[in-house]
């Protein structure tokens, strides 16, 4: 990927301070921090990438894990709970994603401060974004308990009522957990923003173990089925909530919410939760219509896209990483830095999805027996399996540039990309599967049309070198 010369900015922005009364502070471009030290060098090795991305790859494979665990523990109840699960889980990966969106977009704002100089004022982005978190996963939790039914029944379709009645239930208990799931993806976003990768592992980590423990012996022994599942689920998502922001707490910075900030950053991530917004709505059109073609076909479509999203968010530490250093040489005026950053991490990237392609490719008559022992299920898991393997290295490089523009904030960008790749890729591609019964093989298929669309254009952003420009002006 070759990149134009782009000549580093003379001055990184400044960042709001963080102890000024909100009503006598001018506008955020025109304000000098309040003690910041000088602008510092940044470390653009890969042994500084990778100290990043690994307790941040586990931190993101810890959540995907459970879910797999839950996956696996419902698939051997059989196929109606696992098709419940199929339906209620894409319903709760929106909540997932709205986290996303917080931790990313307050990752981006925290990484330029910290780049500068400014710790506090990295900090104090991570407490108007937890306050954000913890209103929206209020709201969101009681809005699921009228919404619950009528999400099931739009996703099922016409079919089975126990399926829908299954996936209902288990949407209203999971998202009770909903506040603590945000809170712990703001907490995430500032401290990848200070670079501090290591205390969001034991945070997260910890809690899902609990929950990987629990969801069998609820499930199980205590008869609970799938409420055992989304009890253990709420739990987790609960304490880890709780220890990010326990975390915030102990930063003694001010933590009273700033309405003005708080607006300041929902604007700044309109992008992301637009771009959100495509992925669910591409995703739950998958589930949908693989829920046309019968209990089997959505069951198998769980299993893959669960190992998916898993493979996804393992991929995802490097854009993590990049996340964190990219905004940090921007924020310090390094753009040399930024472009090798980029660089290195899509290497990275591409490298690690070979290896995913062919652990999966090696695994495909065995790992969807792990998940169900129902052989019209690892049938129709077969399927799918293709195409899911072969886009391990294109999605590799993908999501590992997605995080140089989120760091750089050039996530308008991103936004436009996803809807093109959503509306003239993948959904066309999942409506014709239904429209020409091709089964699971062709909504896969859309996947990674999806894939490639978002892949050329990344590349495209990065040899022109606008993103550098961006960023250093945010």
Do not use: K
Not at 401 to 417: E, F, P, Q
Request: charged share 10%; proline share 7%.
């Amino acid at each position: 990927m070759s990149q134009p010369s782009v000549p580093a900015p003379e001055a990184a922005p400044p960042p709001e301070p963080t102890q000024a009364p909100e009503a006598t502070q001018p506008p955020e471009a025109a304000q000098p921090p309040e003690v910041a030290a000088p602008p510092r060098a940044v470390d653009a090795s890969a042994r500084r990438i990778l100290g990043l991305a690994l307790p941040a790859l586990v931190v993101l494979a810890a959540e995907p894990l459970y879910v797999l665990v839950d996956t696996a523990v419902l698939g051997h109840l059989g196929s109606v709970p696992l098709a419940a699960l199929a339906v209620g889980g894409p319903v709760m990966t929106l909540v997932v994603w709205i986290g996303t969106v917080t931790a990313y977009g307050t990752t981006g704002r925290a990484a330029r401060r910290f780049g500068y100089g400014d710790r506090a004022a990295a900090v104090a982005e991570g407490v108007q974004s937890s306050w954000l978190a913890l209103s929206a996963g209020l709201l969101l939790a009681v809005a699921m308990q009228f919404a619950a039914g009528p999400l099931a029944r739009t996703v099922a379709g016409s079919g089975s009522p126990e399926v829908v009645d299954g996936a209902a239930l288990w949407l209203r208990i999971a998202a009770i957990g909903a506040p603590g799931l945000l809170l712990a993806a703001a907490g995430n976003g500032w401290m990848r923003g200070v670079q501090d990768t290591r205390r969001p592992l034991w945070f997260v980590l910890g809690p899902n173990l609990l929950s990987a423990l629990l969801c069998p012996l609820l499930v199980y022994p205590a008869g609970l089925g799938l409420a055992g599942s989304a009890i253990a689920n709420a739990i987790a998502q609960t304490i880890s909530g709780l220890l990010f922001a326990g975390a915030l707490v102990a930063e003694r910075v001010p933590l009273a919410p700033r309405p003005r900030v708080i607006g300041r950053q929902l604007v700044l991530s309109r992008d992301l939760l637009i771009r959100g917004a495509a992925f669910q709505a591409s995703f739950l059109s998958a589930t949908t219509v693989a829920a046309r073609f019968g209990v089997a076909a959505v069951g198998a479509h769980q299993i893959a896209l669960q190992l998916w999203f898993f493979t996804a968010l393992l991929l995802d530490a490097l854009a993590i990483a990049a996340q964190a250093l990219v905004g940090a040489a921007l924020g310090a005026g390094d753009a040399t830095s930024a472009r090798l950053l980029a660089r290195r991490v899509a290497v990275f990237g591409g490298f690690c999805g070979v290896g995913f392609a062919v652990l999966i490719g090696a695994g495909a008559g065995v790992i969807p027996g792990w998940f169900s022992t129902d052989p019209q299920v690892r049938d129709q898991a077969l399927l799918a399996w293709p195409w899911f393997a072969a886009m391990q290295p294109l999605a590799g490089v993908v999501f590992a540039l997605d995080g140089v523009l989120i760091g750089a904030g050039d996530v308008r960008y991103l936004r436009d990309l996803t809807v093109l790749g959503a509306l003239g890729g993948f959904l066309p591609a999942i409506w014709l599967t239904y429209a020409l019964d091709l089964g699971l093989g062709g909504i896969w298929a859309g996947l990674t049309l999806f894939v490639v669309i978002r892949l050329v254009g990344l590349l495209l952003r990065m040899r022109s070198g606008r993103w550098l420009v961006l960023g250093a002006t945010r």
